[in-house]
């Protein structure tokens, strides 16, 4: 739902939606009969922008159970959470090594963390709008109390 937020403006097939997201077509019609049935969306079609409104309420409320967050050990990887835009720019680093999705193109070293999806980090990397929004739900998702809240704000200007 979230690569359909930010490409709201596209007109999406399912077998565009699966090259962006490089997964298959099978999973991108399962994922929005089930966005349908959530209620993201208002039939189970690509015609439309998912409903905001509905989207913000499970990613605030819902997303942290739905998809609790997994740390690992130290990889090189993708920075997420507050290690990446747009927390990063706020956030003052702290003797913690920053969360990254473990990926072989990433640029720093970091706790992995695993990402909702395992196609999630490639998709971003093609995506700077889609990686905002999938780091700002992973502070959402396991981030300190003043992270979370700022990351609930920068969803809610985007949604």
Same mark, same amino acid.
């Given at each position: 739902?979230?690569?359909?937020?930010?490409?709201?403006?596209?007109?999406?097939?399912?077998?565009?939606?699966?090259?962006? !997201?490089?997964?298959?077509?099978?999973?991108?019609?399962?994922?929005?009969?089930?966005?349908?049935?959530?209620?993201?969306?208002?039939?189970?079609?690509?015609?439309?922008?998912?409903?905001?409104?509905?989207?913000?309420?499970?990613?605030?409320?819902?997303?942290?159970?739905?998809?609790?967050?997994?740390?690992?050990?130290?990889?090189?990887?993708?920075?997420?959470?507050?290690?990446?835009?747009?927390?990063?720019?706020?956030?003052?680093?702290?003797?913690?090594?920053?969360?990254?999705?473990?990926?072989?193109?990433?640029?720093?070293?970091?706790?992995?963390?695993?990402? !909702?999806?395992?196609?999630?980090?490639?998709?971003?990397?093609?995506?700077?709008?889609?990686?905002?929004?999938?780091?700002?739900?992973?502070?959402?998702?396991?981030?300190?109390?003043?992270?979370?809240?700022?990351?609930?704000?920068?969803?809610?200007?985007?949604?």
């Amino acid at each position: 739902m979230l690569k359909l937020w930010v490409g709201r403006e596209k007109s999406w097939t399912y077998p565009l939606l699966a090259q962006e !997201l490089g997964i298959s077509l099978s999973e991108v019609h399962g994922a929005v009969k089930r966005a349908a049935q959530a209620g993201f969306l208002m039939e189970a079609s690509l015609a439309q922008a998912p409903n905001p409104m509905a989207l913000m309420e499970f990613l605030v409320h819902g997303a942290k159970y739905a998809f609790p967050a997994e740390r690992g050990g130290m990889a090189r990887g993708i920075p997420t959470a507050h290690a990446a835009a747009p927390l990063k720019a706020e956030i003052l680093p702290d003797d913690e090594p920053p969360p990254v999705w473990p990926h072989p193109e990433g640029t720093e070293r970091g706790v992995t963390f695993a990402p !909702l999806y395992s196609a999630a980090p490639r998709a971003a990397l093609r995506d700077s709008a889609l990686y905002e929004m999938l780091a700002l739900l992973d502070a959402i998702r396991a981030g300190r109390a003043r992270e979370r809240q700022r990351a609930i704000q920068l969803l809610e200007e985007r949604l």
